[in-house]
């Protein structure tokens, strides 16, 4: 067997091998789980610019996640999944409605705080999604209706 032969089937073994992994989904089928309507916190009133700003978060705390090509491809697609998966159990903007005040209290001190701190968006993500960072000015907003919605 050639050197020529033994790459081509080993590309062909890889590129199947991967093909087959896109099909396993650890954190379950979270692509299934993304719905199209709907806006973010429903029944709640959010200033336009806060709303816009809300979007930028809305593919990790959010049942409306746009899903890049390459979240579809193991074994990014795993990281891609957990990472999303991960975002919606701290928070779900498409649920904002059925947490309990007490909660939403909670989560409305953490967004003012990580969005204050610059530790949302993280870095990991907003390294190749530049159109998620938040400027001062978006950190500054976000803080500021977040403290007066508690």
């Given at each position: 067997?050639?050197?020529?032969?033994?790459?081509?089937?080993?590309?062909?073994?890889?590129?199947?091998?991967?093909?087959?992994?896109?099909?396993?989904?650890?954190?379950?089928?979270?692509?299934?789980?993304?719905?199209?309507?709907?806006?973010?916190?429903?029944?709640?009133?959010?200033?336009?610019?806060?709303?816009?700003?809300?979007?930028?978060?809305?593919?990790?705390?959010?049942?409306?996640?746009?899903?890049?090509?390459?979240?579809?491809?193991?074994?990014?697609?795993?990281?891609?999944?957990?990472?999303?998966?991960?975002?919606?159990?701290?928070?779900?903007?498409?649920?904002?409605?059925?947490?309990?005040?007490?909660?939403?209290?909670?989560?409305?001190?953490?967004?003012?705080a990580e969005t204050r701190s610059?530790?949302?968006?993280?870095?990991?993500?907003?390294?190749?999604?530049?159109?998620?960072?938040?400027?001062?000015?978006?950190?500054?907003?976000?803080?500021?209706?977040?403290?007066?919605?508690?």
């Amino acid at each position: 067997m050639t050197l020529r032969r033994k790459a081509g089937l080993l590309l062909a073994a890889g590129v199947t091998l991967v093909g087959l992994l896109s099909l396993v989904h650890p954190f379950g089928d979270l692509h299934g789980a993304t719905i199209s309507a709907g806006s973010l916190l429903t029944d709640t009133q959010v200033p336009e610019d806060i709303r816009h700003t809300l979007a930028k978060c809305a593919d990790c705390h959010s049942s409306q996640t746009r899903w890049p090509a390459y979240s579809y491809v193991a074994p990014v697609s795993w990281l891609v999944q957990h990472d999303v998966s991960e975002g919606r159990k701290h928070l779900n903007f498409s649920t904002w409605q059925n947490y309990t005040q007490a909660q939403q209290l909670d989560l409305l001190n953490r967004i003012a705080a990580e969005t204050r701190s610059g530790q949302m968006p993280p870095s990991q993500y907003t390294l190749i999604h530049r159109s998620a960072r938040l400027s001062p000015d978006e950190q500054q907003a976000m803080y500021a209706w977040a403290k007066a919605e508690r």
